[in-house]
T-cell receptor, first 113, second 110 residues
């Protein structure tokens, strides 16, 4: 059982380049989330989805877009990368909202130069 | 919005007990989570409290007081492997947004 898998694990981008981070879960979870983690700031929610075909903004959505075309996949896109987007990105999923446990992927370390 | 505060760092001795506090001010509340995160790894679930009181799970316990906007994570019989960051997080009323505090980095010394 793979759980939550993120691709890629590491990436270096030049300012202005675009890329897509892929998150896949095999637990049939309804909810999926994208977070970024920066030193001293904890995890901050970028976007989330409560089901296939739905997305919503989190705390820090600017500069990112997401899609949930299939229930098991949640994609995070950066259209024009900026150095401020250098961070570790975590995807998570949960069976439903509320008090259900969220399972996290191993993270993607992104550096924008 | 949500405002969640926890100490940045703590140090404790192997075999001892440590309490990590978390205070929150939120516009909506539907429960509080604690997660553990080892350096370079993903966060993993430790506990969930939605009602006031203490929840015990082995060496770890979590307490919640909703009226005070306060929670703590208690770690007993500390082991070196408990050196990690401990993240406090609050879920909103709608149950769709989990907001994290900055995390507390715990260092366990021999």
């Amino acid at each position: 059982n793979a759980g939550v898998t993120q691709t890629p694990k590491f990436r270096v981008l030049k300012t202005g380049q675009s890329m897509t981070l892929l998150c896949a879960q095999d637990m049939n979870h309804e909810y999926m989330y994208w977070y970024r983690q920066d030193p001293g700031m904890g995890l901050r929610l970028i976007h989330y989805s409560v089901g296939e075909g739905t997305t919503a903004k989190g705390e820090v959505p600017d500069g990112y877009n997401v899609s949930r075309l299939k229930k098991q996949n949640f994609l995070l896109g950066l259209e024009s990368a900026a150095p401020s987007q250098t961070s570790v990105y975590f995807c998570a999923s949960s069976r439903q909202g509320g008090g259900t446990e969220a399972f996290f992927g191993q993270g993607t370390r992104l550096t924008v130069v | 919005g949500q405002n969640i505060d926890q100490p940045t760092e703590m140090t404790a001795t192997e075999g001892a007990i440590v309490q990590i506090n978390c205070t929150y001010q939120t516009s909506g509340f539907n429960g509080l989570f604690w997660y553990q995160q080892h350096a370079g790894e993903a966060p993993t679930f430790l506990s969930y409290n939605v009602l006031d009181g203490l929840e015990e799970k082995g060496r770890f316990s979590s307490f919640l007081s909703r009226s005070k906007g306060y929670s703590y994570l208690l770690l007993k019989e500390l082991q070196m492997k408990d050196s990690a960051s401990y993240l406090c997080a609050v879920i909103n009323n709608a149950g769709n947004m989990l907001t994290f505090g900055g995390g507390t980095r715990l260092m366990v010394k021999p």
